[in-house]
């Protein structure tokens, strides 16, 4: 059996005479109340030590972790699922699009809502440059005109008519799909550049082909 203080029932060494928790003496002589005063201030510094120890190492991993990520490059800029392109001269954004099926072939139709600020009359055509991928290959611009549900919206024929500075009009542009597969994902890439500049990319954003409604087109 376990040898007890028999004072606090502190458990000892089989050759401890004295309490180390209470300083009781096991003889029955009076507590050492020196002795268990300064034990309990040992207990105590070593937990305070503990704690700022640990305070000190938190602290430390922060500041560590801030100057690591300082040191990053910054992250490319998402654009919004609105996808904007905006220049001193325009700003275009996307209004709507589908997928539009006529006798087995398909075309995706983009909505652009174009608004002109370059201070002079001016077109869409030549404001800005628009491509559409599918799977990461060029889709073909359609020659036929995609007036959607509003006969206002410029059409494919009319996308180079001018607007006068701001003011804004919707374009209706469709790109052929040969390779689109209505049971398959397929991703399509929508991206606006500043017209004969390629190079400057004003937006860019993908969509799965299942996030875009197919609609039947006239027979």
Do not use: H
């Not at 050759?15 to 009076?30: E, L, M, V, Y």
């Not at 600020?117 to 995609?146: H, R, T």
């Amino acid at each position: 059996m376990a040898k007890r203080c028999i004072n606090c029932d502190y458990t000892l060494n089989d050759s401890d005479n004295i309490c180390p928790s209470c300083g009781q003496n096991q003889n029955g002589d009076q507590p050492n109340f020196d002795f268990a005063w300064e034990n309990k201030r040992k207990k105590a510094v070593a937990g305070a030590v503990i704690a700022a120890v640990a305070i000190v190492a938190f602290v430390g991993i922060r500041i560590a972790l801030y100057k690591w990520a300082s040191k990053q490059p910054d992250s490319p800029v998402i654009q919004p699922a609105k996808v904007t392109a905006t220049s001193k001269d325009y700003e275009v954004s996307i209004y709507d699009k589908w997928i539009e099926e006529s006798d087995g072939k398909y075309t995706l139709v983009v909505s652009y809502d174009y608004k002109n600020n370059s201070g002079k009359p001016q077109n869409f055509v030549w404001a800005c440059q628009d491509k559409v991928f599918l799977d990461g290959i060029e889709c073909s611009m359609s020659y036929d005109d995609y007036s959607g549900t509003d006969t206002s919206y410029l059409t494919y024929a009319k996308r180079s008519d001018d607007i006068v500075s701001g003011k804004s009009v919707i374009v209706n542009v469709g790109y052929e799909m040969p390779k689109f597969n209505p049971d398959k994902e397929q991703e399509l890439t929508i991206r606006i550049t500043k017209a004969l500049d390629t190079s400057e990319l004003k937006s860019e954003k993908s969509f799965k082909t299942s996030e875009i409604k197919i609609v039947r087109g006239a027979e």
